[in-house]
Nanobody, 116 residues
Framework: QVQVVESGGGLVQAGESLRLSCTAS????????TGWYRQAPGKQRELVAR???????DFADSVKGRFTISRDSAKNTVYLQMNSLKPEDTGVYYC??????????WGQGTLVTVSS
């Protein structure tokens, strides 16, 4: 089994930065891809960024050039570094874990609020 814990959300002003962390524990060798999704009020959940086990990365167009994703394999942690934050980045950010032949997992979510 794999457990997922997120941290790092908060309230910031536009232009500032935040770093989110997603730490997995348990049978982490089954993890294939770790991603960050967000859901703004009244909107559908959308992909922000993801990173595969071999390091391939994917970003939403709206965050390219501002957000980076990285992985510390020794800590089983994936980081989402968010720079130059905008009010439209506000939402609940969820960590998603895809596993080999296992159901996907979601974290509990962490709130990011960007004030103008």
């Amino acid at each position: 089994q794999v457990q997922v814990v997120e941290s790092g959300g908060g309230l910031v002003q536009a232009g500032e930065s935040l770093r989110l962390s997603c730490t997995a524990s348990g049978n982490t060798f089954t993890i294939t891809t770790t991603g960050w999704y967000r859901q703004a009020p009244g909107k559908q959940r959308e992909l922000v960024a993801r990173i595969t086990r071999n390091g391939a990365q994917d970003f939403a167009d709206s965050v390219k050039g501002r957000f980076t994703i990285s992985r510390d394999s020794a800590k089983n942690t994936v980081y989402l570094q968010m720079n130059s934050l905008k009010p439209e980045d506000t939402g609940v950010y969820y960590c998603n874990i895809q596993r080999w032949e296992k159901p996907e997992l979601w974290g509990q979510g962490t709130l990011v609020t960007v004030s103008s």
